[in-house]
């Protein structure tokens, strides 16, 4: 079957050409197109697999509609989970996603930065570290738009999405209060960033709730990017401590740790020792007993992501900034 070309679908549609042509340069709301248009031309692109000429519309239009994606780690699977839904929404909207891993390097997130931008990608979507806030004003300041997600830089004024940690957080503790445990631990990281402070914060604020001293011993920080040897023996020490009889990993990548270190030291998860876990992995469902997790709404977070950053694109004047908080959810298995 022949490509249809940009006349083809503007007869099927029964538009204007230059309507066409607005739709798939992102220029529909500007331009006033109702959704119902949009919609049907947007389908039967879909349907006719029309590809425009990538090069000849980004001299035309000035955007390369490519759209930079810089994570923390691409090979966890929270970040990989989360990038190839927005790179699925994102396609289905005409742009192209490239995504690179700061591995929570400044220096590495200031070179992407700039690879990206010697690339002319039209957006940027990122997850911040401490120490870019500079490099993400320059952005903001020559008109690109940048959407933090999953951690929130406070003196940069442009639009957030994530989930609330702190209550998740709490959640999980207050959870495993309600089943009677006392001696609750907490294994981190020891980056800097909002979302594990959030985490420990909430925490901590469960135990004084309800009337459970907060002691310094039940709390591991692991270094961040440390090799999993020393991580091994810093949880190995934690659960050295017999009293402990429940415990909450931070993140996904510390709690598949912990498994491993808990079957080494054959130490049984049941009523006697509870686990919850932050951020789900396949792991999880498999483990016997299934680990229970805190999920973040990875789809609604890559939707509002791609809707903030198309609406943004769509515009030529600065949108005002929003601040996205999408609950987290605790799931109970066995």
């Known amino acids: 079957m022949k490509a249809l070309s940009i006349?083809?679908?503007?007869?099927?549609?029964?538009?204007?050409?230059?309507?066409?042509?607005?739709?798939?340069?992102?220029?529909?709301?500007?331009?006033?197109?109702?959704?119902?248009?949009?919609?049907?031309?947007?389908k039967i692109i879909e349907e006719s697999g029309y590809k425009p000429n990538q090069i000849a519309r980004s001299l035309r239009t000035g955007n390369s509609n490519i759209i930079g994606l810089i994570v923390e780690d691409i090979s966890n699977s929270f970040f990989a989970k989360i990038a190839r839904l927005i790179e699925d929404k994102a396609y289905k909207r005409g742009y192209k996603i490239i995504y690179s891993s700061t591995e929570n390097s400044v220096e590495k997130a200031k070179e992407l930065i700039n690879m990206f931008k010697s690339r002319k990608v039209d957006a940027y979507i990122i997850s911040p570290i401490k120490g870019i806030e500079e490099d993400i004003q320059v952005l903001l300041n020559d008109n690109k738009p940048v959407i933090l997600f999953d951690r929130n830089l406070n003196d940069?004024?442009?639009?957030?999405?994530?989930?609330?940690h702190f209550t998740a957080s709490y959640q999980s503790i207050e959870n495993f209060i309600t089943q009677g445990k006392k001696r609750i631990a907490l294994v981190t990281t020891d980056i800097d960033v909002q979302q594990i402070t959030e985490r420990f914060e909430g925490y901590k604020k469960a135990l004084l709730d309800y009337g459970l001293p907060y002691n310094e011993d039940l709390v591991v920080k692991i270094h961040f990017n440390q090799d999993e040897e020393a991580t091994?023996?810093?949880?190995?020490?934690?659960?050295?401590?017999?009293?402990?009889?429940?415990?909450?990993?931070?993140?996904?990548?510390?709690?598949?740790?912990?498994?491993?270190?808990?079957?080494?030291?054959?130490?049984?998860?049941?009523?006697?020792?509870?686990?919850?876990?932050?951020?789900?992995?396949?792991?999880?469902?498999?483990h016997t007993p299934g680990i229970s997790t805190v999920q973040q709404p990875l789809e609604e977070i890559a939707e509002t992501v791609i809707k903030l950053i198309l609406s943004q694109l769509s515009t030529k004047t600065k949108l005002p900034s929003q601040q996205v908080i999408i609950p987290a959810k605790l799931i109970i298995r066995d």
Do not use: C, M, P, W
């Open 7 to 42: 006349k083809d679908i503007a007869i099927k549609a029964n538009v204007s050409i230059t309507t066409v042509s607005f739709i798939i340069n992102g220029k529909a709301k500007e331009k006033s197109i109702s959704e119902a248009v949009i919609e049907k031309v947007e």
């Open 156 to 164: 940069i004024d442009t639009s957030y999405v994530g989930a609330n």
């Open 232 to 286: 091994f023996e810093q949880i190995k020490s934690l659960f050295g401590n017999r009293e402990i009889d429940a415990v909450l990993f931070a993140t996904n990548y510390l709690a598949i740790s912990g498994l491993k270190v808990l079957k080494q030291i054959d130490k049984k998860i049941g009523a006697d020792f509870s686990v919850i876990a932050y951020d789900d992995h396949e792991a999880f469902e498999l």
